[in-house]
């Protein structure tokens, strides 16, 4: 069986911003592909903390994801609702925030922009991709 966090790099490394990387290699490693290229489209906004740095691609990516598979098994709003938290809650443990400008102050310019060249802000990134997805696979496998 593969393992999610190479189903998340093929869209991460193929120029998927964070949330579609985090959302479609999460349904891929599902077998969920139908639904993947429209999930593909709908995350397009969401990348870099929905343009503007705000919640990170790869939190809203991860809840999407939840949301889609979630809807297949037979689970009452309540408990969507911890499984969300606590996806939310394991991510934040981890980066300290779910803000895309606190995980990348250290790669903000003096203009405001993000320093994209910088190979460290990209595995800042990728670390945020890679959690995601684990955690999304830890919350659903405890279902």
């Known amino acids: ?6 189903e998340v790099a093929q869209y991460w490394n193929q120029e998927s911003n964070c949330a579609q990387a985090v959302a479609c290699g999460v349904l891929e490693f599902y077998k969920q592909n ?3 290229e429209t999930v593909h489209n709908a995350m397009l906004g969401f990348g870099g903390g929905m343009g503007e ?6 939190v809203t990516g991860g809840l999407a994801v939840l ?3 979630m809807s297949k098994k037979d689970l009452e709003k309540d408990d969507k609702s911890a499984v969300f938290r606590k996806f939310k809650d394991s991510f ?20 405001g922009s993000v320093d994209k060249e910088n190979p460290e802000r990209r595995l800042t990134c990728t ?5 995601a ?3 999304v696979k830890d919350v659903l496998d405890e279902l």
């Not at 670390?127 to 959690?131: H, M, Q, R, S, T």
């Open 67 to 69: 949301g889609i598979l």
């Open 92 to 111: 934040n443990n981890k980066f300290k925030t779910s803000n895309c400008g606190e995980i990348l102050a250290e790669f903000i310019l003096p203009d």
């Open 1 to 6: 069986m593969s393992n999610i966090t190479n």
């Open 53 to 58: 740095r705000s919640i990170c691609g790869a």
């Open 127 to 131: 670390g945020a991709v890679e959690l």
């Open 133 to 135: 997805a684990s955690i």
């Open 34 to 36: 139908d639904c993947i």
